[in-house]
Every structure is written in structure tokens, then in C-alpha cells.
């Protein structure tokens, strides 16, 4: 049973988190170095490049890397911090292994493979094949995403592997995939800079991708409008010409007001829709009751604000829409979605320089994580898995009959479901922390408590690997070579700084062996990141997500190689569809129909408040890295409670005063945070936090029905202050999305 063997205090002495600061005096050999690798950053989908200073295989420091092409050095807060990781205290140098009543022990690499291998043939044999699961993560390499999808599906045999990008770019996956064909940001950033109007849906870029918002003031400076939608007054909307404080979970209503504004008002680009896209007619008659007063009514959003703002968008000659989870984490995420692109189809701005579309994506390999086939629905270069002439395809390349190669599974919270109702059995994990990252998790800490048997890979003692029967201490990004893939969609080149320290060993070294153990060595014997990767690019060629002319060398010749890129002599596509030629059946893009729907759940009279989740600048995701950070918890510690003054003054809340906020999930208290940047019938909770801090506590597990996203971004609370004024983690508070 996968329950913690000592109480969570003891293992938090032993494995943290714990904080590491830079000393004083710098790192020893910060300032005669052995080696200077360029590389990128671990954290979000910019993977901004960044040079890593290397002294007797530690990482020392870091310098800017001015040549690369998106960011030009520039870091933010957690990029200029991110080396910390490889010093750190924390480290697991051992393989692990419970021990009940003591915590956990460190025990062999041959005895922890054996035991992992021999536990999911056991729990096989006794039940079946999928009642064994792996979860896996987007902070993985492209060769590392590619390799734990054909390790599920060829040496596991399960259907039942999914990622944490389920938590992230599915939504937006979804609706580009419908409307264009292909799930990829149309531009590079670089074109924002001559964009004349920048709509910015859910995304707090300036604190969540703050080298992105250079390029959106390059694009200000040269006199663009800038609209920002996002029930919080975040930075970048301080400054926007238009701030549209949607309430949260009506996202599609503004969209489809908007887009029957550019209708009636003749707004739209007649020529493009009629030769390039399909569906147009039917997509105007779901908004045509759309009217700016109804629209009012259900976003919260004044009429005329609306209205200029459809005005300033239907008017521009060249624009760029971005959009991040704000609009993604609902019950209709993929509609919110297809709203927002057809905005872009409407006035024919895409394909074309300074005209462009993009979701932003949020995890380090958010973008290549979600190509190459460790979705439950997906095979690599973005197959699917349903799809009979694509299952032909991997199934030749893996060398294995297209009968053994499994069907679509669950995904990340349906497996959770699976669990309590006794379908799975164990799980594997990697790059993931499920008890801080999914929604309701006390439902899913019993979910976990279940399990006969769990397997966790990791390089730190996560929240989730506490209740690990097993623990394989892996690799940071700097401790193997490999590739991601930026939110533009350039392919890029990771190098191994340094080794894995102690009695640590690459992920890709733990699976590989455990491949072998479960009797599929021959069809993983690789020999290097290289390896997997040429695998990758044949197993891709033809798909949408085609890296066939990309090659490491290329990469580095280039600094990095935008994918699609079908031969080694194509350049390479920064800009998708210059020649309207989409990569849909019939070659059009799609209009898709919305019609709006509410949120899963609605106020009233027992829940009467809105809450709405996200991230501050300090954190990254569920904290497994940055809450080890000292310099990064020293700026926001823990999280708040950000509320209205008025919505303060009618519980009469105080400033700091800790707060119960409770839904019917459970509850968690928080500091107050009096602000006039949210909506005065909105509270948001940063979700970066474990345990009695965690937002996640209280979110529900409505999912999506086509991308299968929870609905992190909007459930209802109510509020109770407990007259305790709190003084720990005095901060300056940030807004997040």
C-alpha cells in the first residue's frame, strides 16, 4: 500500500525540501571555470538559452548566452537561479526503498530494478496488462518523451500512459488540431514585434514567461495596442490599452460577442474565408444572439469595453493573438480555444508576417512532450493512436505486429478514477507530482493509497514520491544530451553539463535497464541520446510533427531547426501557413462553432465566491525544484489568498488575516492579500504548495470531454476569516494567471 511509512515531518527532515542559497562568496571555480556549455533553461516552454558555468562536474554559475535568438541573454527570476538544482542538498544520490515505521533506505541498483520489474510482471500476470500505468512528464527531453511512450506501450504492454501535459497544452493541442490540422504556434515571437494589435487571453506573461514580454514591449514601443483578458489586473495589463476583466468561465461568451461584432460590422476578410477555410457560415449562426449587452450580462465586462475592443482588433492590418491556461483549464477548454482561432480566421491574419496565433506553452518541453507519444491517445509525430494506417506505421518502425502494439488509454485524472475503482493496480512515475498537481488531491492522495505497488523516478523526494514503494534517483536537465522544443517550435539541442551525482543514473540509463529486465532489450538498445533521437525522427516522418530533416548537427549549426521539416535539406518552417495550405483533409482551416456553456460549477447561496488558480513569478508548476530555492522562496514564501477590498469588507477581512476557504472538495487557509487588481466576486490561490497550502485542495475534477483538462481555473468557495493575523512569510505579493 502506497501510504507514507513515517509521518510527512520526518521525511521532510530527511529529503526536504530544503533551501539552498548561492554562499556568499560565490561557488569555487565560478570564476575559472572548466567548461562553459551552452544550453537552455528547465523551466518553461521559452527555454530560454543560458550558458552554464562547470567546475570538477558541478554547475558553478551561469552566464547570459546574448547570441541566442529568443531571449539574447536576458533571464527571469527562476532561469538566473536554476543551477542551484545541481548542488543541492536534496539531491537522492541512492536508489530507495521503503521501510516501514523507519521511512526509507537506500538499497542497491540491482536489487531496486529487480523489484520495480518484478512487481509489474506480477501485477500483470494477476490481473492484466493495463492494470499497470505509467505517468510521465513534459520537463523530459524529446528523446526521453519518445522513449517512455514506446517503453509503456513495447516492454509494459500497457494502454494506460499518459504525462502531466494533461495539465497543460491538451486544450490548446486540441483546437489548433481541429482548426489547422497541426498543434503548433503559428509565428515566431519575433513577428509580435510589428503586430499593430496583441490580444493576450489567460496569461500573465510577465510573471510566468517574462522574457516573452520583451517582445511585447518591442511591439508597444512601435505604437501596438495592447488587449489583455484576465479576471486579475496582472502586470502586463496595467499598461494595455484595454483590460477585459472576464469573469472566470465565460471566456467563449467575449469571444463569440466579439466575433458577431467583426460580422455585423463587416469586419472580416471575405476573401480568406471564402478560398481558405471551411465552416464560417455555421460558426456565425452559434454567436448570432451573441449581442455586446448579452455578453455583459455573462462575462462582467462593460459593453462598450467589448465592443472597442472588437473594434481595435477588426480595424488592425497585422495582429497576434496568444492565449495560456487561463483560457485552457475549464470543462470547455478546447471551446475557448476554437473561439479564440476563429477570431484570427475571421479577419485572415495568420500565415503572413506580424499576423499570427499562438498558445503559450507552459512546461519546459510542453511543446515536444506533446509529439512524440507518451499521450494516451497520441504516437509520435503526433499520430494517433486509433488511427489504423498510423499504428501500422510505429508498429513497423518499433519492429513489433500492429496487434501487440496497445489501444488508447486513460488519461491522468480518468487513471486516478481507475485506481478507486480497483482497475489499476500500480503505477510508475516520472517528472510528475500528482498530490500537488491534480485537482481534488485528497481524492487523489486515497487514489494513491490504494496501490499495491508504486515506482517513482525522480532527481528530488517529491510529495508524491513519499508514498513510493521504490524510488530511482534520475537526472537534471543538464545531466544528459538530448533536444526540446521551444513554444515556437524550434527544436533545440540540451548538453550534459555534468554527470548525475552520487550513486545517481540517467533516466534514460533506468529505463533502458528496466526495459531489459522485462525481456524488450532488443528493441532498446540504444546507445546514446543521439540514437533515440534518429529513431524519433524516422518514427515522426510523415506525421504532422515532422522532425525527419532535423539532426542534431543541424541544430547546432542553426541554433536550433523549426519543425515541420520533412528532409534534410528543408530549411525549416519559423512561419506556419504562408501558403494557406493547411494540414487539414480537405487543406482549408476550420471554423469551428461554440456555443457558450457555463462552468461545471456555478456560485450560490452556500458557495458564493469565484476561485480561480495559477502561478506566481517564484514558482515553477508544483514546486518540486523551486521551493528549493531560497532566493525563490524568500520572494514569495507561501501563498496568499488575493481578494477585492470590497469582497474583504463584507467578511470583514483584514489584511493578512488567515482565511478558510472551503468548496465542496475540501479547505485550506490562506493569508488575505487585500488587492484592487482582481474582480470583487473573485479570489485566487497561486498552486504551487503541498499539503494544508495547497490550492488543489480545493479544485474540482470536471474534466474537459474532448482534451480531458481539469478545470483548475474556476470553481466556488466560500470564505471565513478566523481573526489570526499571520506573520509568517512576510513578502511582497505578486499576480499570477
Not at 281 to 308: F, H, N, P
Not at 372 to 401: F, M, T
Not at 642 to 648: G, Q, S, V
Not at 671 to 693: C, L, M, S
Amino acid at each position: 500500500m502506497a501510504k507514507l511509512p513515517v509521518p510527512s515531518e520526518e521525511l521532510i527532515k530527511a529529503f526536504g525540501p530544503h533551501l539552498n542559497f548561492t554562499p556568499q562568496e560565490g561557488y569555487p571555480g565560478r570564476d575559472n571555470p572548466d567548461q562553459t556549455i551552452k544550453t537552455h533553461c528547465c523551466f518553461c516552454g521559452m527555454q530560454c538559452g543560458i550558458q552554464l558555468l562547470v567546475k570538477d562536474n558541478k554547475v558553478v554559475g551561469f552566464e547570459p548566452w546574448m547570441e541566442f535568438p529568443f531571449n539574447e541573454g536576458r533571464l527571469c527570476p527562476k532561469g538566473v537561479q536554476r543551477y542551484l538544482q545541481n548542488n543541492h542538498p536534496d539531491r537522492l544520490l541512492d536508489p530507495l526503498e521503503r521501510a516501514e515505521g523507519e521511512g526509507f533506505r537506500p538499497l542497491t541498483w540491482e536489487k531496486a530494478l529487480d523489484h520495480v520489474a518484478s512487481e509489474i510482471k506480477r501485477i500483470q500476470q494477476q490481473y492484466n496488462k493495463d492494470a499497470f500505468a505509467v505517468l510521465s512528464g513534459v520537463s523530459l527531453t524529446n528523446e526521453k518523451s519518445y522513449l517512455m511512450g514506446k517503453f509503456a506501450r513495447v516492454a509494459v504492454g500497457t494502454r494506460n500512459l499518459d504525462y502531466n501535459g494533461r495539465l497543460c497544452m491538451v486544450s490548446a493541442g486540441a483546437g489548433n488540431k481541429k482548426a489547422f490540422g497541426l498543434d503548433r504556434t503559428s509565428n515566431t515571437y519575433t513577428d509580435l514585434e510589428h503586430a499593430e494589435v496583441i490580444i493576450v487571453a489567460g496569461a500573465n506573461v510577465s510573471e510566468t514567461f517574462p522574457t516573452l514580454t520583451y517582445w511585447l514591449w518591442r511591439a508597444r514601443d512601435n505604437g501596438a495596442r495592447l488587449i489583455v483578458i484576465d479576471p486579475r489586473m496582472i502586470p502586463l495589463a496595467r499598461t494595455a490599452d484595454i483590460h477585459l476583466p472576464v469573469k472566470p468561465g465565460t471566456d467563449s461568451a467575449l469571444y463569440g460577442a466579439m466575433l458577431k461584432y467583426l460580422h455585423d460590422h463587416d469586419m472580416i476578410d471575405h476573401e480568406f474565408i471564402n478560398n481558405y477555410t471551411s465552416g464560417f457560415a455555421e460558426t456565425i449562426e452559434a454567436v448570432k444572439d451573441c449581442s455586446l449587452e448579452w455578453a455583459e450580462g455573462i462575462t462582467g465586462i462593460e459593453k462598450e469595453k467589448i465592443r472597442q475592443a472588437a473594434d481595435y482588433w477588426g480595424k488592425a492590418r497585422t495582429s497576434f493573438l496568444l492565449h495560456a491556461r487561463g483560457i485552457e483549464h475549464h470543462s470547455k477548454g478546447v471551446e475557448n480555444v476554437m473561439a479564440c482561432i476563429n477570431l484570427v480566421l475571421a479577419t485572415g491574419r495568420i500565415g503572413r508576417p506580424y499576423c499570427g496565433y499562438g498558445t503559450i506553452t507552459g512546461q519546459g518541453n510542453g511543446q515536444g512532450g506533446r509529439e512524440h507519444g507518451h499521450k494516451c491517445d497520441q504516437l509520435p509525430g503526433n499520430r494517433d493512436i486509433s488511427n489504423p494506417e498510423h499504428r501500422r506505421y510505429i508498429a513497423d518502425v518499433w519492429g513489433i505486429p500492429e496487434a501487440d502494439l496497445p489501444q488508447k488509454g486513460l488519461t491522468a485524472y480518468e487513471m486516478i478514477d481507475a485506481i478507486h475503482r480497483g482497475e489499476i493496480k500500480g503505477l510508475l512515475s516520472i517528472c510528475f507530482n500528482p498530490l500537488v498537481s491534480l485537482p481534488n488531491n485528497n481524492y487523489v492522495r486515497a487514489a494513491f493509497e490504494k496501490l499495491e505497488f508504486y515506482a517513482c523516478i525522480d532527481f528530488f523526494m517529491n510529495e508524491t514520491a513519499r508514498h513510493a514503494d521504490i524510488i530511482l534517483p534520475g537526472s537534471l536537465h543538464e545531466e544528459e544530451e538530448g533536444t526540446v522544443t521551444t513554444a515556437e517550435g524550434r527544436v533545440v539541442r540540451i548538453r550534459k553539463a555534468v554527470s548525475p551525482p552520487g550513486n545517481a543514473h540517467t533516466d534514460t540509463s533506468i529505463i533502458l535497464d528496466l526495459a531489459h529486465r522485462l525481456g524488450a532489450g532488443n528493441k532498446f538498445s540504444f546507445r546514446d541520446a543521439e540514437d533515440i533521437f534518429n529513431e524519433l525522427r524516422v518514427a515522426s516522418k510523415g506525421g504532422t510533427a515532422d522532425y525527419y530533416g532535423i539532426t542534431y548537427k543541424r541544430i547546432e549549426e542553426n541554433m536550433g531547426i523549426f519543425w515541420p521539416c520533412p528532409d534534410e535539406s528543408h530549411p525549416g518552417t519559423p512561419r506556419l501557413w504562408e501558403d494557406k495550405k493547411f494540414a487539414t483533409p480537405d487543406g482549408k482551416a476550420h471554423f469551428n462553432p461554440v456555443v457558450y456553456r457555463p462552468p461545471s460549477e456555478e456560485t450560490d447561496d452556500e458557495y458564493p465566491v469565484v476561485l480561480t488558480t495559477g502561478r506566481v513569478v517564484s514558482q515553477y508548476l508544483s514546486g518540486t525544484q523551486t521551493r528549493r530555492i531560497g532566493k525563490l522562496v524568500n520572494l514569495i514564501p507561501e501563498p496568499l489568498l488575493e481578494i477585492h477590498p470590497e469582497l474583504a469588507a463584507r467578511y470583514n477581512i483584514r489584511q493578512r488575516e488567515m482565511v478558510r476557504v472551503s468548496t465542496r472538495r475540501g479547505y485550506g487557509e490562506f493569508p488575505a492579500n487585500i488587492v484592487e487588481t482582481i474582480r470583487k466576486d473573485t479570489v485566487f490561490i497561486p498552486y504551487h504548495w503541498p499539503g494544508k497550502k495547497s490550492a488543489n485542495q480545493l479544485t474540482i475534477g470536471t474534466l474537459d470531454p474532448i482534451s480531458k483538462i481539469p478545470e483548475f481555473k474556476v470553481c466556488a468557495c466560500k470564505l471565513e476569516p478566523l481573526g489570526i493575523i499571520s506573520t509568517s512569510g512576510e513578502h511582497t505579493a505578486f499576480n499570477s494567471i
